[in-house]
Nanobody
Framework: QVQLVESGGGLVQAGGSLRLSCAAS????????MGWFRQAPGKEREFVAT????????YYAASVKGRFTISRDNAKNTVYLQMNSLKPEDTAVYYC???????????????WGQGTQVTVSS
């Protein structure tokens, strides 16, 4: 089991930036791909970005590609989501998750953090 703790959410104006962090712990944390998902009020949870832990391969949702960057620091067992050019429609609770395979499919992510709120004002 992997334990995940997100941080870095907050309130920002449209066009601004935020960086989310996700600290992973657990015996096999380094063997997992890590992903970011988000859920806005009244909507289903959606994929945002994922990164393979070893190869560093990255995948993004079309809605954030070019604006968001996922990265990881293996030494710190931490994954980051740098969010630039934020839009009001990016407002959501952002979740970090771990998967044994590199995928964009929510079903493969078995460990989840508690979420961090991101609010973008217009």
């Amino acid at each position: 089991q992997v334990q995940l703790v997100e941080s870095g959410g907050g309130l920002v104006q449209a066009g601004g930036s935020l960086r989310l962090s996700c600290a992973a712990s657990g015996r096999t944390a380094s063997n997992y791909a890590m992903g970011w998902f988000r859920q806005a009020p009244g909507k289903e949870r959606e994929f945002v970005a994922t990164i393979a832990w070893s190869s560093g391969d990255r995948y993004y949702a079309a809605s954030v590609k070019g604006r968001f960057t996922i990265s990881r620091d293996n030494a710190k067992n931490t994954v980051y989501l740098q969010m630039n050019s934020l839009k009001p429609e990016d407002t959501a609770v952002y979740y970090c998750a771990a998967s044994p395979v590199t995928t964009t499919n929510t079903a493969y992510f078995g460990s989840w953090g508690q979420g961090t709120q991101v609010t973008v004002s217009s």
